[in-house]
């Protein structure tokens, strides 16, 4: 699947978020030449357990949260944040756990916007907001990237030809002395590694065409440590799960600190 980067907005100190930050970013997607596709929605969801003995609540995890995503609408993925645990499941295990009332929700936050196609790229831009609320609690940014550039370098290692680009190498195996064998190996484009450097590339050209509308903040994306969740170099839907899981945390933390500061 394609790789993905999740960003948060972070007001600026005395500032907070609010809808018209919201508008002026999709704004800017659309000046770059995004075209809008569609909307999108993922809906985070905090659990507690159905205890009938309180005293039991240390037994279970301090935070158990489950996730759906647009682009696996038949998956749910659950983060245990604190145990560095992410497992994906059917999406069914929602109707399991409410028929067992073993968990219910305590608070759901839905992400929703408007996508975006620029180039290889595709954009999400998106509020947060409580289910059954509209007061917005942040606005999010998601980006994926598709595929890479198809260019291909020849190279000559030894006795054999490589032709070579990001996402495939081929190699010419000589047979005889007028004939070759071509060899094709693919490399996942969903890589962190080799995706990265285009990433960053990416951050930066959206960080300049931002800050030409002299908002009162930025968008941070900040990567959690996916190897301690057990999660290879290889991006699945499970490392969008941890990501949304981090960037919430984040949120709360900001919403949190300007309630400080008010009082």
């Known amino acids: 699947m394609p790789l993905k980067w999740v960003f948060f907005w972070q007001p600026n100190a005395g500032s907070t978020v609010n809808s ?15 075209v809008k596709e569609g909307r999108w929605k993922a809906t985070l969801t905090f659990y ?15 935070e158990f949260i489950g996730i759906s995503l647009p682009e696996q609408p038949n998956k749910y993925y659950f983060v245990l944040r604190f145990n560095k645990i992410v497992l994906e499941s059917d999406s069914s295990i929602q109707l399991i756990m409410e028929k067992l009332q073993s968990y219910k929700s305590r608070v759901a936050l839905n992400f929703e916007g408007f996508q975006y196609q620029l180039g290889d790229f595709q954009l999400r831009v998106g509020k947060v907001v409580p289910s059954h609320s509209e007061n917005l609690r942040g606005i999010v940014m998601e980006v994926l990237y598709y595929y890479f550039s198809s260019a291909i370098e020849i190279l000559k290692q030894g006795a054999f030809y490589i032709f ?3 996402q495939y190498w081929y190699r010419l195996v000589p047979v005889s002395s007028c004939s070759f064998l071509l060899q094709v190996e693919y490399l996942p484009i969903s890589s962190l590694e080799k995706s990265k450097q285009i990433m960053v590339e990416f951050s930066d050209i959206w960080k300049d065409a931002i800050s030409k509308r002299s ?7 900040i990567e959690p440590n996916f190897s301690d ?23 709360i933390a900001s919403v949190q600190a300007v309630q400080t500061g008010r009082n």
Do not use: W
Not at 20 to 34: A, H, K, R, T
Not at 50 to 59: C, G, I, N, T
Not at 232 to 251: F, R
């Open 48 to 62: 507690k357990p159905m205890l009938r003995d309180q005293a039991l609540s240390a037994d279970f995890p301090r």
């Open 229 to 251: 969740y057990g999660l290879a170099d290889h991006y699945t839907s499970q490392h969008t799960a941890v990501q949304y899981t981090h960037v919430t945390s984040q949120l």
């Open 20 to 34: 018209q930050i919201l508008n002026e970013v999709s704004q800017c997607v659309e000046s770059i030449n995004g």
């Open 164 to 166: 070579f680009n990001i």
């Open 215 to 221: 908002l009162a903040g930025h968008f941070i994306h």
